[in-house]
């Protein structure tokens, strides 16, 4: 069953702590995407990677950190930089079809920062 | 200015009725256009995506391209209430997607 996953789904942290949030596929994709979502907004990039231990900063980058140390796995760190860390948190990986770059999302966590 | 632009609605149809989603779009080197469904509290669903000039269709929905024009559409023929969502328009340049804010649909019985 392939697909992608993130976790956990509700996430509550307090004001000064840094927390990771987890994505996973099994999808074989090579390209995987952090966005964050406010409520009433699109979707901003946070960070994204195209390759095993490769990633770029997105538009919305500072506050947060990044790995990929494997093709699998892409976990997303929220430091206590990051100023207004509430929000809804996507994951997304994307296979180049020809340059299509056709991006398919995981379920989401929802962070609450007090 | 932004890059993907889209009227948030809400729009809102009967049932039975054609809805008709629009987006703009600022880079004229843009390569890909996708059309996601986002229910309430859900994370997005890839719907549609079409690359060339002209129309694409697949089941009640039909994706609308005019590069010259910079425009992508999205119409839903026979909308449901099933179909009441948001509904982000996304474009690809240089790798990356640009979304824009969304457009809320309302099919009312």
């Known amino acids: 069953d392939g697909g992608i996953t993130q976790s956990p789904k509700y996430l509550f942290r307090k004001e000064g702590q840094n927390v990771t949030l987890s994505c996973e596929q099994n999808?074989?994709?090579?390209?995987m995407y952090w966005y964050r979502q406010d409520p009433g907004q699109g979707l901003r990039l946070i960070y994204y990677?195209?390759?095993?231990?490769?990633?770029q900063k997105g538009d919305i980058a500072e506050g947060y950190s990044v790995s990929r140390e494997k093709k699998e796995s892409f976990p997303l760190t929220v430091t206590s930089a990051q100023k207004n860390p509430t929000a809804f948190y996507l994951c997304?990986?994307?296979?180049?079809?020809?340059?299509?770059?056709?991006?398919?999302f995981g379920p989401g966590t929802r962070l609450t920062v007090t | 200015q932004k890059e993907v632009e889209q009227n948030s609605g809400p729009l809102s149809v009967p049932e039975g009725a054609i809805a008709s989603l629009n987006c703009t779009y600022s880079?004229?080197?843009?390569?890909?256009f996708f059309w996601y469904r986002q229910y309430s509290g859900k994370s997005p669903e890839l719907i549609m995506s079409?690359?060339?000039?002209g129309d694409k269709e697949d089941g009640r929905f039909t994706a609308q391209l005019n590069k010259a024009s910079q425009y992508v559409s999205l119409l839903i023929r026979d909308s449901q209430p099933s179909d009441s969502a948001t509904y982000l328009c996304?474009?690809?340049?240089?790798?990356?997607?640009?979304f824009g804010q969304g457009t809320i649909l309302t099919v009312h019985p």
């Open positions: 997304a990986s994307s296979i180049d079809r020809g340059g299509s770059y056709e991006q398919y």
């Open positions: 999808l074989n994709h090579d390209a």
């Open positions: 990677s195209q390759i095993v231990n490769d990633f």
């Open positions: 880079d004229r080197g843009s390569q890909s």
């Open positions: 079409i690359y060339s000039n």
């Open positions: 996304a474009v690809t340049y240089n790798g990356k997607l640009t």
